[in-house]
């Protein structure tokens, strides 16, 4: 997915959205809990369930990538699911 400068995204199998601050030049795929991250208006697939564990997620906190250097979200509702792009856990 290409990620733009305030598109926002939701978990799908947890509370968390985000906004996208800075994003990567290439295509990316975010995940939260393991599952790609969709779009805030678009349906979340049935019965998934949180395969990896992260740390959760903080209102209001900036995520960064250490794998993806300049890709940049904003926490704007809180999970208790990780965050990661690609391979790497953040």
């Not at 939260?32 to 805030?40: A, E, I, T």
């Not at 949180?50 to 906190?61: N, P, S, Y």
């Amino acid at each position: 997915m290409t990620l733009k400068p305030g598109a926002r995204l939701r978990s799908q199998v947890d509370a968390t959205e985000i906004i996208i601050v800075r994003p990567l030049a290439a295509e990316a795929i975010l995940t939260c809990g393991g599952h790609p991250m969709v779009g805030v208006g678009e349906e979340a697939a049935t019965g998934l369930a949180v395969t990896e564990e992260g740390g959760g997620t903080q209102l209001g906190k900036r995520y960064t990538s250490p794998k993806d250097e300049g890709l940049e979200v904003l926490v704007t509702k809180p999970g208790t699911a990780g965050l990661a792009s690609a391979a790497s856990a953040w």
